[in-house]
């Protein structure tokens, strides 16, 4: 198993500029998570999916698209990057139980965007 | 909200000696996870121990150990036997519901001293 991959590890936009993270995980996991990480922020949820076709907002989801196709893939979409997105970003998996709670989360290796 | 604090945001510890990280967190939820991840300089978040509310006892993973007190609503981690290896910064984060989602104190950073 890979686990979960995100490509690319880095990338540098301009303001205004659109681009897709790619997040995806060969676990057969059904919870699928956006988060992104800034100095003395922790991390903090953008979007989540329970399944296939099912997306729901995070804490900070203005900016960011999802779409969740398929289970293996969560693509995160910045459609006209801004400065303030400048953040590294976690995709993060694990299975979701009978009891509807999610077992331990599993973590990509993130994504640092530079927005200029 | 489910809120999570971190309140040092800095720790030193000597190499093999105990350190202890201090978390708390704020929630009307009877049932949940909590969960201390680790994430050192390669950026990689790497689950150290998980702990269910509904257990008493305290989870424990070799050298890494919890104290739970529900009803104080704190979440300590224990390190002994600090290694060089062990220098992170630790995040510890909350879960609870169904279609949950984590909720990540701000972090702290733990530095060894050889």
Redesign the interface.
Known sequence: NAGVTQTPKFQVLKTGQSMTLQCAQDMNHE?M?W?RQDP??????IH?S?GAGIT?Q?EVPNGYNVSRSTTEDFPLRLLSAAPSQTS?Y?C?SSY?GL????D????G??T?LTVL | AQTVTQSQPEMSVQEAETVTLSCTYDTSESDYYLFWYKQPPSRQMILVIRQEAYKQQNATENRFSVNFQKAAKSFSLKISDSQLGDAAMYFCAYEAGANSKLTFGKGITLSVRP
Do not use: E, I
């Open positions: 919870y998570s988060y003395g922020m922790g991390l903090r949820l989540y329970v729901d995070g590294v976690f993060a979701t009891a509807g709670s999610t331990t989360q599993y973590f290796p993130g640092r």
